[in-house]
């Protein structure tokens, strides 16, 4: 590694001999921890439309969990942990694809009669999973250990791990705060509506300090949510502004004028969103396809330098990557033929097109922290609606595909990164990888179907998860073609593709810090107001503790904010749980 790169392994120390790793009770843990995340993450991509670094969340879990029972526990034991939530979580993340499917069949114009029963979504999202690991291995030592790309991600958890094994008083500090963050965060969500221990009105106070009559409706104010109040206080100040902004003129700006004008003849949420979502739709999609084209000499840099890469002796055997991959590709020909009704030929299609995609999503990922898992699978949805003109479901399996393989290839090259850092053995990082994809998977597909019968999915108070907002967006787009888009929609998408474009070309240049973020304005315009306030005040939280006391900012920051984070997802996943068993009924 370079020695002048932050985190290089050379500035480390690394795995002393004889230092317990892969242990037993380092995989118990790792499986436990792999469920909670799994299951616990759905509800915060859907809330917010995008998940904070899984992996320092789970570092935190794995130091917490292993501390209960073991006193001599290691780092290298902590990160076999780190791996297989951030696993578990890129598996969980792809419930936004779930979500997708959903509100594409919300709209019967459409025909979309697909659905994804648990099993089917175990099965499509374990062998996908599965495929994914198995064809990034070989590119650690290209990306890392070659090309020594950032991979800010990975280097935030190796940091942590380094942080929390000193047992010193810093670590236990850190592990404090982000118990304290976890249990006020989890007493505030069970004191909500959504357990109803506390009158509804007192829920609905944040909706009535809205501006205008109509705030109520749009939901503008702020939410009681400690959820979103630590996910701003990691985001960044940049990235809140963007999304406050975005939130202002979709949901304070927007509605006044689309009632004025006709577009709309009722002042709900549902109705503005049907509007809304396509200038959202258009900046967000712009932004991320802009952003790859900027870097198209990435693909050509990847193909040229490919060659040359090694495999280092403590890799996985190229042997079993090799096995790994036809024989999870072959079970994913056949999940798809016989659960989703896709033809052998699309899904190899869409499995050869999603290497290249790979490719570049591992390098944009480790130069700039940025995974384009979405803008990736956006552009294999206009592959399909070329290849397969109307086919909606070709067009969002063969999307899902290509997200699946990036997400859970971008996941484990952190984790390369991560045990560069601190000196893990690679081969059992991508143990850990393949085994909490599976318990990923089963956790997102029993958790998902309660989430949506407990919160909803869109509609006035649901989950809105604007990236599967997009996502059936631009599926309904290619296949209706753009004179199905609402009154005025068409104006507005253009507007904010251009305006995505620019501000994507400009977030190259010097003049990024005074650039809006395309991603942020779009996910602002999508993501219920109340929710964005929220974590924008969790950024300003982060700049006045920052200024006010850098040192206790930098060691209780994070794991504070984790807390919050970690302590709501929890409880909204083990209410609907108590509400299918019987236990807890959310009636009035």
């Given at each position: 590694?370079?020695?002048?790169?932050?985190?290089?392994?050379?500035?480390?120390?690394?795995?002393?001999?004889?230092?317990?790793?892969?242990?037993?009770?380092?995989?118990?843990?790792?499986?436990?921890?792999?469920?909670?995340?799994?299951?616990?993450?759905?509800?915060?991509?859907?809330?917010?439309?995008?998940?904070?670094?899984?992996?320092?969340?789970?570092?935190?879990?794995?130091?917490?969990?292993?501390?209960?029972?073991?006193?001599?526990?290691?780092?290298?034991?902590?990160?076999?942990?780190?791996?297989?939530?951030?696993?578990?979580?890129?598996?969980?993340?792809?419930?936004?694809?779930?979500?997708?499917?959903?509100?594409?069949?919300?709209?019967?114009?459409?025909?979309?009669?697909?659905?994804?029963?648990?099993?089917?979504?175990?099965?499509?999202?374990?062998?996908?999973?599965?495929?994914?690991?198995?064809?990034?291995?070989?590119?650690?030592?290209?990306?890392?250990?070659?090309?020594?790309?950032?991979y800010a991600d990975g280097v935030a958890a190796g940091e942590t791990l380094i942080v929390l094994d000193s047992r010193g008083t810093e670590a236990r500090g850190a592990a404090r705060s982000m118990g304290i963050g976890l249990v006020v965060s989890a007493l505030l969500m069970i004191v909500r509506e959504d357990a109803r221990l506390l009158a509804a009105?007192?829920?609905?106070?944040?909706?009535?300090?809205?501006?205008?009559?109509?705030?109520?409706?749009?939901?503008?104010?702020?939410?009681?949510?400690?959820?979103?109040?630590?996910?701003?206080?990691?985001?960044?100040?940049?990235?809140?502004?963007?999304?406050?902004v975005g939130t202002v003129i979709a949901w304070y700006i927007a509605p006044g004028l689309l009632m004025k004008y006709g577009v709309v003849d009722e002042m709900s949420r549902r109705k503005v969103l049907l509007w809304i979502m396509w200038p959202a739709t258009g900046m967000l999609i712009a932004g991320g396809l802009t952003a790859l084209f900027m870097r198209w000499r990435i693909l050509i840099k990847?193909?040229?330098?490919?060659?040359?890469?090694?495999?280092?002796?403590?890799?996985?055997?190229?042997?079993?990557?090799?096995?790994?991959?036809?024989?999870?590709?072959?079970?994913?020909?056949?999940?798809?033929?016989?659960?989703?009704?896709?033809?052998?030929?699309?899904?190899?299609?869409?499995?050869?097109?999603?290497?290249?995609?790979?490719?570049?999503?591992?390098?944009?990922?480790?130069?700039?922290?940025?995974?384009?898992?979405?803008?990736?699978?956006?552009?294999?949805?206009?592959?399909?609606?070329?290849?397969?003109?109307?086919?909606?479901?070709?067009?969002?399996?063969?999307?899902?595909?290509?997200?699946?393989?990036?997400?859970?290839?971008?996941?484990?090259?952190?984790?390369?990164?991560?045990?560069?850092?601190?000196?893990?053995?690679?081969?059992?990082?991508?143990?850990?990888?393949?085994?909490?994809?599976?318990?990923?998977?089963?956790?997102?597909?029993?958790?998902?179907?309660?989430?949506?019968?407990?919160?909803?999915?869109?509609?006035?108070?649901?989950?809105?998860?604007?990236?599967?907002?997009?996502?059936?967006?631009?599926?309904?787009?290619?296949?209706?073609?753009?004179?199905?888009?609402?009154?005025?929609?068409?104006?507005?998408?253009?507007?904010?593709?251009?305006?995505?474009?620019?501000?994507?070309?400009?977030?190259?240049?010097?003049?990024?810090?005074?650039?809006?973020?395309?991603?942020?304005?779009?996910?602002?315009?999508?993501?219920?107001?109340?929710?964005?306030?929220?974590?924008?005040?969790?950024?300003?939280?982060?700049?006045?503790?920052?200024?006010?006391?850098?040192?206790?900012?930098?060691?209780?920051?994070?794991?504070?904010?984790?807390?919050?984070?970690?302590?709501?997802?929890?409880?909204?996943?083990?209410?609907?749980?108590?509400?299918?068993?019987?236990?807890?009924?959310?009636?009035?």
């Amino acid at each position: 590694m370079n020695s002048n790169e932050p985190g290089a392994a050379a500035d480390l120390p690394q795995k002393p001999a004889g230092a317990k790793e892969f242990t037993f009770r380092a995989v118990t843990v790792a499986m436990f921890v792999a469920a909670v995340i799994g299951a616990s993450y759905p509800y915060v991509v859907m809330k917010l439309g995008f998940g904070p670094n899984i992996s320092v969340v789970s570092a935190f879990f794995g130091y917490l969990a292993l501390g209960l029972v073991y006193k001599d526990f290691n780092r290298w034991e902590n990160n076999i942990v780190q791996t297989a939530g951030t696993s578990a979580g890129q598996t969980a993340f792809l419930c936004v694809l779930m979500a997708a499917f959903d509100m594409l069949r919300m709209d019967p114009a459409l025909g979309f009669t697909l659905e994804l029963t648990p099993m089917t979504s175990f099965l499509w999202l374990t062998t996908a999973g599965l495929l994914g690991v198995f064809m990034a291995v070989p590119m650690r030592q290209h990306f890392v250990i070659d090309e020594k790309l950032t991979y800010a991600d990975g280097v935030a958890a190796g940091e942590t791990l380094i942080v929390l094994d000193s047992r010193g008083t810093e670590a236990r500090g850190a592990a404090r705060s982000m118990g304290i963050g976890l249990v006020v965060s989890a007493l505030l969500m069970i004191v909500r509506e959504d357990a109803r221990l506390l009158a509804a009105a007192w829920y609905r106070l944040p909706e009535m300090m809205a501006l205008g009559a109509d705030g109520g409706k749009m939901a503008f104010g702020v939410s009681w949510s400690l959820l979103s109040l630590g996910s701003g206080m990691l985001v960044g100040m940049r990235v809140n502004l963007s999304m406050l902004v975005g939130t202002v003129i979709a949901w304070y700006i927007a509605p006044g004028l689309l009632m004025k004008y006709g577009v709309v003849d009722e002042m709900s949420r549902r109705k503005v969103l049907l509007w809304i979502m396509w200038p959202a739709t258009g900046m967000l999609i712009a932004g991320g396809l802009t952003a790859l084209f900027m870097r198209w000499r990435i693909l050509i840099k990847t193909f040229q330098n490919i060659s040359s890469a090694e495999i280092d002796s403590g890799d996985f055997p190229l042997s079993w990557v090799i096995f790994g991959s036809v024989m999870s590709g072959v079970a994913l020909i056949i999940v798809q033929k016989v659960y989703l009704g896709i033809p052998i030929w699309m899904t190899v299609t869409a499995t050869v097109f999603s290497i290249p995609l790979m490719l570049v999503g591992l390098r944009v990922l480790g130069e700039t922290n940025w995974g384009p898992i979405s803008a990736l699978s956006n552009m294999m949805q206009a592959v399909f609606g070329l290849i397969a003109p109307g086919n909606i479901a070709a067009n969002m399996v063969a999307s899902g595909v290509t997200g699946s393989i990036a997400t859970e290839s971008e996941g484990l090259m952190q984790d390369f990164k991560t045990g560069a850092m601190i000196g893990s053995t690679p081969r059992y990082l991508t143990y850990a990888q393949l085994l909490a994809i599976p318990v990923g998977a089963a956790a997102v597909s029993i958790v998902y179907p309660l989430l949506r019968a407990t919160y909803g999915i869109g509609g006035e108070t649901g989950l809105q998860s604007p990236i599967s907002q997009k996502w059936a967006g631009f599926a309904q787009l290619l296949s209706k073609g753009l004179g199905a888009l609402p009154a005025g929609a068409i104006p507005a998408l253009g507007a904010a593709v251009v305006l995505g474009v620019i501000f994507t070309a400009l977030e190259s240049t010097r003049f990024k810090a005074k650039v809006p973020s395309p991603t942020g304005l779009g996910i602002g315009m999508l993501v219920p107001a109340s929710a964005i306030i929220t974590m924008f005040l969790g950024s300003v939280v982060d700049v006045v503790w920052s200024r006010l006391s850098p040192k206790s900012h930098e060691t209780h920051l994070t794991p504070l904010a984790s807390g919050f984070i970690a302590g709501e997802a929890i409880v909204a996943v083990i209410v609907p749980i108590m509400v299918a068993a019987g236990l807890l009924s959310l009636q009035p």
